[in-house]
């Protein structure tokens, strides 16, 4: 089945086709459907709130199927920030470069026993029934003192996932980053409640 997907980040819709495309799924991003979607303002105070803000707008302006994530990396020392405004944290949307650099500074002076953190991705589906699956996927691990590495994209430079033998999570290859990250656990939980959905 197609589903379209609500987003505008193509990192993020990559890695989702990534991992869904395997177990069947299409996902298709508004100009690929040929329909046009109004922009949403993430108004949601916590990630389940902001995926579906974007899954319920995309599902009732396409009338089809439609996926959406929300995500962010939340920072223990930092009481959880920069949590849902992740993308937005040095003020400007997507610049990832600057919030990483917003990050470091607001670190700067934290060791390193005490720079732990989680991304965490809820991954959500809205069908034109009405019906609404959301799932969520965290990754644990912590921020270093400067960037490493190339892959992936947003915080991916500086997060330094557990159990991966101290690699940040843009050194890893796309396949290992699937493994362990908070979208790649969100997403195949969500692929298992299609599936069953469909059953
Ligand atoms: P859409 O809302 O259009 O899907 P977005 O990038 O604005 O795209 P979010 O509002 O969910 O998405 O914000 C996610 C931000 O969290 C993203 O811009 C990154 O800064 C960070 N982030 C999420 N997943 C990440 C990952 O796998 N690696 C690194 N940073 C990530």
Redesign the pocket.
């Known amino acids: 089945m197609d589903y379209l997907?609500?987003?505008?980040?193509m990192?993020?819709?990559e890695?989702l086709q990534r991992i869904l495309a395997p177990l069947g799924i299409r996902v298709l991003l508004a100009e690929e459907a040929g329909v046009e979607l109004t922009d949403?303002e993430?108004t949601g105070q916590t990630?389940e709130e902001?995926?579906f803000l974007?899954a319920e707008s995309g599902c009732r302006e396409s009338g089809m199927p439609c996926l959406?994530?929300?995500?962010?990396?939340c920072v223990d020392a930092l009481d959880g920030a920069?949590g849902?405004y992740?993308?937005?944290?040095a003020g400007e949307?997507?610049n990832?470069e600057k919030?990483i650099q917003v990050l470091l500074k607001a670190l700067e002076k934290v060791p390193e026993g005490k720079r732990t953190a989680r991304?965490v991705?809820v991954a959500c589906c809205v069908y034109p029934n009405g019906e609404k699956i959301a799932v969520r996927g965290e990754?644990e691990g912590k921020i270093g003192f400067d960037q490493k590495g190339t892959g992936?994209?947003?915080?991916?430079p500086v997060?330094i996932p557990e159990g991966m033998g101290g690699r940040t999570?843009a050194e890893l290859t796309a396949e290992e980053?699937d493994s362990i990250?908070?979208?790649g656990k969100a997403v195949k939980a969500l692929a298992n409640a299609i599936e069953s959905r469909e059953d």
């Not at 959406?68 to 990396?73: C, F, H, K, N, V």
């Not at 992740?86 to 944290?89: G, H, K, L, N």
């Open positions: 997907i609500a987003t505008h980040n990192k993020k819709r890695e949403v993430e990630f902001n995926a974007k959406a994530d929300d995500s962010g990396l920069p849902v992740s993308a937005r944290y949307h997507g990832d919030n991304f991705s990754c992936g994209f947003g915080y991916d997060f999570m980053k990250s908070h979208r």
